[in-house]
């Protein structure tokens, strides 16, 4: 039996601003196997959410196209109500923003309690209810009965992100998307929470999709990396190559740009520009081009692909085999201050 869990093809989401559809996430093609932390990684902008959104089915106004095959069904043509039995029993999704993904007029105990019986509509109540206590024990609430009771505006950012967790983890999903789940979390309940997504993945053998800014936890968590940027994926790679030999000069720059306690930098590395807006986008050639005008235009591929370059590793545009670091950096330098 094949351990692909997820396999998405050509998926592209657009949102129509006045007349035009943009495309937020364009061509996007990867696998999420079993047992596997996929990390997206990439700067605000880049369409991340907008591809978790795409696979959960939960645009309301995005037009979808391409494939996110899922067990024989590609989720692009699943009509909302065979996606609504999927949501939160066999995918889970746990949201960057916690007090909007809340209902603030219902205690957290019984949003649980509503998820699990969603999907388990013949599970008796005081059942429930242990599952609920034993869910907020396991996402590090201190007294779980009493913040069963707990309104949302009642709790502090890091216990509501706790229960947004409980609630995703509720149905054990075999596909678990976690968009910045720690984020506004402090180190130790952002370790707790790391650990148990990941026992997630070892006692079910759950696929998880981790979007995260957060370059360490990468490195800790996950099993293969996809860079985006301006939706597309730029580069994918096992975590080790992807952190120790990034080929791309986004990947390159975003790993550079991270402060290190073993190496003195007198600057660190900030990528010149900002992603494009959505109705800026190139829609031609490298769409990382404008940020590293050194590099001449002969070395951008006119319609870049992802090459594989080494096994499983994929790059887009062939720009890379021209980028050097530091040595460009430092012309990057020069050329902005000119
Ligand atoms: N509903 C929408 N309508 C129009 N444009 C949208 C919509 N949602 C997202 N976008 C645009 O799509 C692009 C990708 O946004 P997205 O939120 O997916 O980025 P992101 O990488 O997740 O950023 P962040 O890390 O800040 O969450 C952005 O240009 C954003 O403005």
Redesign the pocket.
């Known amino acids: 039996m094949s351990d692909v869990l997820l396999n998405i093809k050509n998926l592209k989401t657009s ?1 129509r ?1 006045k007349d035009t559809h ?1 495309a ?2 364009d061509d996007v093609s990867l696998t999420v196997k079993k047992n596997e932390v996929l990390a997206i990684v ?12 795409s696979i959960m089915g939960l ?1 309301t ?2 037009k979808t196209e391409g494939e996110i095959n899922y067990k024989g069904n590609n989720l692009v043509k699943a009509s909302p109500n065979q996606m609504k039995k999927l949501r939160g029993n066999e995918m889970g999704m746990i949201f ?1 923003d916690a007090l909007s993904a809340l209902n603030p007029l219902m205690v957290v105990g019984a949003q649980i309690d509503e998820a699990i019986f969603l999907h388990n509509p013949k599970s008796s109540k005081s059942l429930r209810k242990k599952q609920v206590i034993n869910l907020l024990n396991q996402v590090g609430i201190p007294r779980p009965e009493k913040t069963y009771y707990q309104y949302p505006h009642e709790l502090s950012g890091g216990m509501r992100q706790r229960i947004v967790i409980a609630m995703a983890i509720s149905n054990q999903p075999e596909l678990l998307i976690a ?2 789940p720690t984020t506004a979390l402090d180190v130790t309940i952002q370790s707790q929470i790391l650990d148990l997504i990941k026992e997630l993945k070892e006692k079910i053998h759950a696929g998880i999709i981790l ?1 995260t ?1 957060d370059l360490g936890v990468v490195a800790e968590m996950a099993d293969r990396v996809a860079v ?1 940027y301006a ?1 597309q994926i730029v580069e994918i790679a096992d975590v080790y190559t992807l952190m120790e030999n990034p080929r791309h000069p986004y990947t390159r720059s975003l790993l550079n740009s991270i402060p290190t306690l073993t190496e003195v930098k007198s600057d660190l590395h900030v990528i010149q520009g900002v ?1 494009p ?2 109705q800026n986008l190139p829609r031609t050639g490298c769409r990382f081009a404008s940020r590293i005008p050194w590099i001449d235009e002969s070395a951008h591929e006119t319609s870049p692909e992802l090459h594989e370059i080494s096994p499983g590793h994929f790059v887009r545009c062939t720009c890379y085999k021209d980028f050097y670091f530091p040595e460009q950096a430092e012309e990057e330098h020069n050329y902005v201050a000119n």
């Open positions: 949102f601003i943009y937020a996430v990439g700067e605000s902008g880049s369409g991340k959410s907008a591809f978790a959104f645009h106004r995005a960057q968009d910045e979007i800014h985006m939706g992603v807006s959505l």
